[in-house]
């Protein structure tokens, strides 16, 4: 029989504990698949956050290490300056990259470092209950926003590949998503680009996926896929906002 579909070399044949419906099990696969397609499972580090994707070194059959919540860029930065060798990228979610952590990745990508981000954005702080994170859209009820996000008193929901694309080092950066297959298969394709610039040494690279957090938006799977697409891709559009390759 012709096989048509199997697990990455790069994951391994485990259950995730993800809720029903969590992209990350979708985001995750799209990373192994990357790692495979580009033979670099054997020098890779991925840096994984404190929050729903902290459990990565065990469904990752690559080498994967933890970083303090917000700090992976900083980690990052460590492990490919002293091995450049290595391919090096971050894994982080809201709160991780667009609260504590904003000034370790505005910097990093500042510099212009040679590692890639993947930044799951579902709106809100997944793992801790459902707190309202810095991209949390207006008037979505959260843990900590009960009536809504108010702009006046929050703030306005931070773009977060918009933001970097707006520094001068970064080389690549687009923001995608994985509510439906043509969706999937831009994703694969963002993420993939994104691990070759890396590979090429060309410097920093970065890819924010819009994802679905059922369990913290009190919906079923499918009505969050619906939400991804009705609510967050109208605030956050898909885009590839730099790719410096076209200047050279
Ligand atoms: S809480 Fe949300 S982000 Fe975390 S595993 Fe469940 S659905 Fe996914």
Redesign the pocket.
């Known amino acids: 029989m012709k096989l048509v579909f199997d697990r990455p070399r790069s994951m391994r044949d485990k259950p995730m504990h993800?809720?029903p419906?969590?992209s990350?099990g979708i985001v995750h696969r799209l990373v192994a698949e990357a790692v495979d397609a580009l033979g670099l499972r054997e020098r890779t580090v991925a840096v994984a956050p404190v929050g729903?994707a902290v459990f990565m070194y065990e469904y990752m059959d690559f080498d994967v290490t933890e970083a303090p919540h917000g700090r992976s860029p900083a980690v990052a930065t460590g492990i490919k300056r002293s091995r450049p060798d290595l391919f090096v990228f971050t894994y982080q979610g809201d709160g991780d990259i667009g609260a504590i952590g904003l000034a370790e990745i505005i910097s990093a990508a500042n510099r212009g470092e040679n590692f890639s981000v993947v930044f799951v954005n579902?709106t809100v702080y997944?793992?801790t209950g459902g707190q309202m994170a810095p991209t949390t859209l207006l008037g979505q009820r959260t843990t900590t926003t009960p009536r809504g996000r108010e702009a006046k008193t929050e703030g306005h929901p931070l773009r977060m590949a918009e933001l970097i694309s707006g520094l001068e080092a970064p080389y690549y950066v687009a923001r995608v998503a994985v509510d439906s297959p043509a969706h999937i298969a831009r994703a694969r394709k963002a993420i993939l680009r994104a691990f070759q610039i890396q590979v090429e040494e060309k410097g920093f690279s970065f890819v924010e996926v819009l994802g679905a957090?059922?369990?913290?938006w009190g919906l079923s799977p499918t009505e969050a896929i619906k939400r991804v697409q009705e609510e967050l891709i109208p605030y956050y559009p898909l885009e590839v906002f730099k790719d410096k390759s076209g200047a050279e």
């Open positions: 993800f809720c419906g969590c990350h729903c579902n997944g793992m957090c059922p369990l913290n």
